[in-house]
């Protein structure tokens, strides 16, 4: 490679390196809820992965039974994190389909 070839190719991974960034800020603001229960809990987990919140219908807390309580709340924890996951992939995937372009995989 030349060195103008270089030169191009750290430009453009600048540049990728730029809109990685501000998808990263976009996904940080961007959110996705899961239930489990039939609604009685309610996981929101943003796109960085982060739970953000979670919501308890006052009538799954019953003190005799915190076993099924822990179990709703890690399915919809997992549920919530999984779709956040495939919207993170969709939102970046646009960005990395260009870079295997930039490294002479492209079609």
């Known amino acids: 490679m030349s060195e103008l070839d270089l030169q191009q190719l750290f430009s453009q991974l600048q540049g990728i390196q730029q809109k990685f960034a501000a998808a990263q800020g976009e996904l940080a603001k961007k959110s996705v809820t899961a239930e489990a229960g039939g609604g009685m809990v309610t996981v929101t987990v943003n796109g960085l992965l982060e739970v953000v919140s979670v919501r ?12 099924m309580l822990e179990d709703l709340i890690t399915a919809a924890t997992n549920k919530a994190l999984r779709e956040a996951r ?8 646009s960005m990395t389909g260009g870079l295997s372009s930039l490294l002479g995989g492209g079609t």
């Open 86 to 93: 495939a919207m993170a992939e969709r939102e970046m995937g």
């Open 56 to 67: 308890l219908d006052p009538l799954c807390v019953d003190s005799r039974d915190v076993k």
